[in-house]
């Protein structure tokens, strides 16, 4: 069974999106100190591998050029959004509205 090498450089270069994107989230991570470089340099192994198969056995073309280019667009978000801090919002009121602060003083309620 033959696969086209069209489809072969498709699914690599998703693949590759996908590696490019986890690049990205553990090179944040590891800069914050979250995760030990040896996880960045797996990450970057795999990403550069797919999209130097991207190019393999053809010429350079645009579809190479726009296949980095996402990759490199997704390790930029990917970075970016991790790298951000976050605050999460307390939803105590808004999922409990008729509770009190704490517990009362005589204990809880039991039937």
Known sequence: MHVPIEFVRG???LIGGG???MTGRTA???RKGWHKPSRLY???IRTVLCA???AFRHALDAADIVVW?????AFLSAF???S???HEEDLTRAIFPDEPDGPTPEGPDLP
């Open 80 to 82: 970016l959004s991790t």
């Open 19 to 21: 590696c490019a994107y």
């Open 11 to 13: 699914v690599l270069a």
């Open 69 to 73: 280019s996402l990759m490199a667009m």
């Open 84 to 86: 951000r801090e976050k």
């Open 28 to 30: 944040a991570a590891v």
């Open 42 to 44: 797996g990450w970057i």
């Open 52 to 54: 130097a198969f991207v």
